[in-house]
């Protein structure tokens, strides 16, 4: 749009915005890109940096933690139209609300399904979360607490209250008091003593954009817990415990210990990505089972099994050794 355009039609107001306890604590700068979506994040240290945004009459700098009763001062600012947000049909809300495995007024537990990404970017127009996003309007406060790899289905959590994400992020940090684990189904036969692969993961970025994960000296400390589920002839079902939280990093590690998943079209060899998709396994067998966590001084456990279409598959294609 330009000057002559903008000046001719209606700007929008100055805003005043009261912080609440669903933002004490977030940084000004992270929470405008929030509240401000269709702005760019540039624009937004730059109206900071002029004073079109300020806390408390005063001018404020991006990394400037909220406090609750904070007033923001929000200049006039042409917003992105609420038409550019992608429309997501009624099947899908549908879909994914009778995947939630629990909500309450600050978390929802999602069995997120195998395809769907868990936020637009990329070239994609929406996730999951811009699904619940939409699904829960009334929510002043929707994000991811974690991630899942889009090919990766199973648990996830997504924060209603900011409180939440903060205990949560805290405790994933800190390793204490959240435990995922995950069912991977694997090539080969992995031996029952192979408890866990210790190996650091260097992530790299193609000119393309795609991530690819190895095992590097120069990586970040990995570590991933394993036990032995059932065997079948040629492929195992393995229970996976990530002790760290890097990028692909059971993927990685199961390739490393010599058992890449079926499915992984990023790490496994193409010829057993053929013969495993002639068989019908035409997705990563990668799925977070089971979330056990504490919150707000109470234990949560939250459990998804396999996809029956899975559990179909490796029942009648696969030859079982002992269960």
């Given amino acids: 749009m ?12 100055v805003r005043y915005v009261t912080i609440d306890d669903n933002n004490t604590g977030q940084r000004i700068d992270n929470f405008l890109v929030t509240f401000l979506k269709g702005v760019p994040k540039g624009k ?11 806390v408390n009459k005063k001018r404020t700098k991006p990394d400037y933690r909220l406090q609750n009763d904070d007033i923001v001062r ?14 997501l049909s009624d099947r899908l809300k549908s879909e994914i609300e009778s995947r939630i495995v629990y ?13 769907l990404a868990v936020h637009g970017g990329s070239g994609l127009s929406f996730g999951l979360v811009e699904v619940i996003r939409q699904m829960r309007p009334q929510e002043k406060f929707i994000e991811l607490v974690h991630r899942l790899d889009r090919d990766t289905s199973g648990l996830i959590m997504i924060a209603k209250k900011r409180a939440v994400l903060k205990e949560l992020h805290t405790a994933l940090r800190e390793k204490e008091g959240v435990q995922k684990t995950y ?8 031996p029952k003593r192979k408890l866990q692969v210790n ?3 260097l992530k790299n970025e193609l000119q393309s954009g795609e991530r690819i994960v190895r095992v590097h000296t120069d990586g970040k400390e990995s570590l991933t817990r394993f036990k032995l589920v059932r065997q079948f002839e040629g492929y195992s079902l393995v229970e996976c415990e990530p002790v760290t939280g890097r990028t692909h990093q059971i993927r990685v590690h199961t390739l490393h210990a010599g058992y890449p998943i079926v499915g992984d079209d990023k790490y496994s060899p193409a010829e057993s990505l053929k013969e495993t998709k002639a068989l019908g396994f035409k997705r990563l067998c990668l799925h977070a089972t089971r979330l056990d966590i504490m919150l707000n001084g109470e234990r949560m456990l939250f459990e ?20």
């Fill in 74 to 87: 929000i200049a006039p600012i042409v917003i992105a139209p609420e038409s550019d947000k992608p429309v």
């Fill in 2 to 13: 330009s000057d002559s355009e903008l000046n001719s039609a209606e700007r929008p107001a």
């Fill in 44 to 54: 937004i240290y730059n109206l900071l940096r002029k004073g079109e945004i300020r």
């Fill in 183 to 190: 069912l991977a189904l694997v090539y080969g036969s992995w």
């Fill in 199 to 201: 190996a650091p993961l």
């Fill in 304 to 323: 998804a099994p396999l996809d029956k279409e899975w559990q179909t598959l490796m029942n009648e294609k696969l030859t079982g050794i002992f269960s």
């Fill in 103 to 115: 909500e309450d007024k600050g978390l929802i537990v999602v069995n997120k399904p195998s395809g």
